[in-house]
């Protein structure tokens, strides 16, 4: 059997209809007439920390989504064995309207947040960000840009060591914004931040229109997903096979 | 300000005593020893369908998540500004315990539909594999190589095509289980299924483990993502965003 054909009708319903009549006016826009966002990637990142945000964040009218890095070139997640590309270093990027850091395992945080190069670069380009954002573990290498104010949210065990060492209460929700610093949850929460963004940056119509275009209706399986409310023992469980897929 | 010293404590709570206690018997595991997880990358796959799954399924004691492509190398999105990278060509890889092909836009999804070398190697593959997924278009992709019966799912603007292309039933859930074939459906769904198949590998504690680890305690700030409940106009939009973003 050989490949379906496929030429006959399009296989997303509407998306012709959606080419044919045109986009309306008020919002017809070109690529990179948008926001300018950017993401830094830096090694051992957590894979979905920047790729939920980017997915979601890519559907706003005529936004750039660019991958950063201290170097073009592939960078290796926590887990060695998956790599996105950094179409740009930090040299090429002095200015953004939405920067984004990601999380990492235990070794990615701590080497991003020991890295001047990386650090200096946040604190320049955050001097003219509309929102600096993070997600995971993320919110500590903003805290060591000392970034930080009042309150933010984290990693659920990085929760202790965000407050004693930058001085900042932590807040158990997906995301907390103050001022123009938006902090995600762990990992998944940065999905929710992104809808939450997308709604400051475009309205909340289009922020319901990328809903839908990744059919963002979570359901599942399990409700397991709430330190607040996960017993020891699968909070340790958590943690080793963290630890074990990062070694 | 330089950055803050980090030596005294571990960022993650509890990670040194991850660390010093050790794993228990039951689930040392090294890493090659679990399930060899495949992911299909093809140009304009849509970024968070691998990325979701890869994820939580990297969490799996043992696993390892291989992205593949025709070619090594770079992988562009459908929004061509970002890439990820294939470790592996589809020619050194011809045994997987599990297959996950993921969706594009209409472009991308038409181009491997009828991309020869992509069908005829997800058709020898799936021969082996215990668990053949798909997530949003990919289950389009499955069904131009076959291997779709009955029911299945797919990105809601895709179901009316999924039925009258292939013969099954299009299922508006966030994953559909037929024989050893799971369909998630659009985009974020994947993560959904992640778990769901985290749990047939693994087992439900493991599961549980897998989705704190990753904070997936979905909160989302609008309820706008099930296509069921959604007006004609907010569909209009969302596909309108995904052409945008695309073009």
Redesign the interface.
């Known amino acids: ?4 054909p ?1 030429t006959r ?7 012709a209809a ?2 044919a009549f045109g ?1 309306p006016a008020g ?1 017809a ?1 070109a ?1 990179g007439s948008g926001p300018r966002i950017g993401i830094l990637l830096y090694d051992g990142f ?3 920390d920047p ?2 945000p ?3 964040l ?10 950063i890095a201290e170097r073009r070139g ?1 960078v290796r ?1 926590d ?1 060695r ?5 950094a ?1 740009r270093s930090i040299a090429e990027v002095d200015r953004l309207d939405v920067l984004l850091v990601p999380g990492a ?2 070794r990615g ?2 080497a991003a ?4 190069a990386l ?1 200096d670069w946040i604190r320049r380009v955050d001097r003219r960000t509309t929102w600096t954002t993070s997600v ?2 993320g919110s ?1 290498i903003l ?2 840009a ?1 970034l930080l104010r009042d309150r933010a949210t984290t ?7 965000l407050e ?3 001085g900042v209460k932590y807040v158990p929700e ?1 995301y907390v914004q103050v001022g123009k610093v938006i902090t995600a ?5 940065g ?2 931040m992104a ?2 963004l997308a ?1 400051r940056l475009a309205g ?24 607040a409310t ?1 017993s020891p023992e ?12 990062q ?1």
């Open positions: 059997m050989r490949s379906q496929t009708r399009t296989v997303l319903a509407g998306m959606v080419a986009i919002t826009v690529e957590s894979l979905l790729t939920g980017a997915e979601l890519s559907r706003l009218p005529g936004a750039t989504v660019t991958m592939p997640t887990t064995q998956t790599s996105v590309m179409e395992g235990e945080t701590v947040m020991e890295n001047p650090i995971c573990t500590l805290g060591a000392g990693y659920w065990a990085s929760a202790s060591y004693s060492t930058f997906r949850a762990g990992v998944s929460a999905i929710d809808l939450f709604a909340d119509e289009i922020a319901r229109g990328i809903q839908l275009a990744v059919e963002y209706d979570p359901h599942p399986p399990f409700d397991s997903g709430n330190a996960a699968l909070k340790k469980l958590a943690l080793r096979l963290l630890a074990e897929s070694k």
